[in-house]
Antibody
Framework: QVTLKESGPGILQPSQTLSLTCTFS??????????VGWIRQPSGKGLEWLAN???????YYNPSLKNRLTISKDTSNNQAFLKITNVDTADTATYYC???????????WGQGASVTVSS | DIQMTQSPSFLSASVGDRVTINCKAS??????LNWYQQKLGEAPKRLIY???NLQTGIPSRFSGSGSGTDYTLTISSLQPEDFATYFC?????????FGSGTKLEIK
């Protein structure tokens, strides 16, 4: 059974760095073709793809967030991470991680981590 | 970026109805189109992947079709548990992009 769970700080102040962790089970990021993606959703709004990381450490980012994103992984502990620098109120959202399997992307999602940016 | 135009934004229907939801891409996405269902306070659930492949465990009343730039999700006979919001996702090219969503409500 594949499960993913996001964790984060809950609340942070503008200009800080948001650090999110995705802890998963049922698959390994050392397996060919596997990956983890990050997606966010402001309350009551649509979904925005942020970044992907693959088993071979290949990474893709949404250019709309320019150079603020960093995705990484810890294969031995079944975790993926996302950092967003210099946050502001527009980064307030629920953040999800999802599994990627080759061209069958985002088949399983975590429950989401709510993040509020407020001074 | 590929823009995904999803329609309608809202849909009011009754149990037993057949409904269709559409996503139009701004360019050819080679059938790399997924459909998701999201209920309030829950994570999205994948229904269909790569245009017409039914996710394991999803009822067969859900189906997908399309090619090129035009894609459709069909629910053949609405059930009470189907009232939710539906999104499409294109993963043909980066950045991946989602449709804006269709809220399916009970008439």
């Amino acid at each position: 059974q594949v499960t993913l769970k996001e964790s984060g700080p809950g609340i942070l102040q503008p200009s800080q760095t948001l650090s999110l962790t995705c802890t998963f089970s049922g698959f390994s990021l050392s397996t060919y073709g596997m990956g983890v993606g990050w997606i966010r959703q402001p309350s009551g709004k649509g979904l925005e793809w942020l970044a992907n990381i693959w088993w071979d450490d290949d990474k893709y980012y949404n250019p709309s967030l320019k150079n603020r994103l960093t995705i990484s992984k810890d294969t031995s502990n079944n975790q993926a991470f996302l950092k967003i620098t210099n946050v502001d109120t527009a980064d307030t959202a629920t953040y999800y991680c999802a599994r990627l399997v080759g061209v069958s992307v985002m088949d399983a999602w975590g429950q989401g981590a709510s993040v509020t940016v407020s001074s | 970026d590929i823009q995904m135009t999803q329609s309608p934004s809202f849909l009011s229907a009754s149990v037993g109805d057949r409904v269709t939801i559409n996503c139009k891409a701004s360019q050819n996405i080679n059938k790399y189109l997924n459909w998701y269902q999201q209920k309030l306070g829950e994570a999205p659930k994948r229904l269909i992947y790569n245009t017409n492949n039914l996710q394991t465990g999803i009822p067969s009343r859900f189906s997908g079709s399309g090619s090129g730039t035009d894609y459709t999700l069909t629910i053949s006979s609405l059930q009470p548990e189907d009232f939710a919001t539906y999104f499409c996702l294109q993963h043909n090219s980066f950045p991946f992009t989602f449709g804006s969503g269709t809220k399916l409500e009970i008439k």
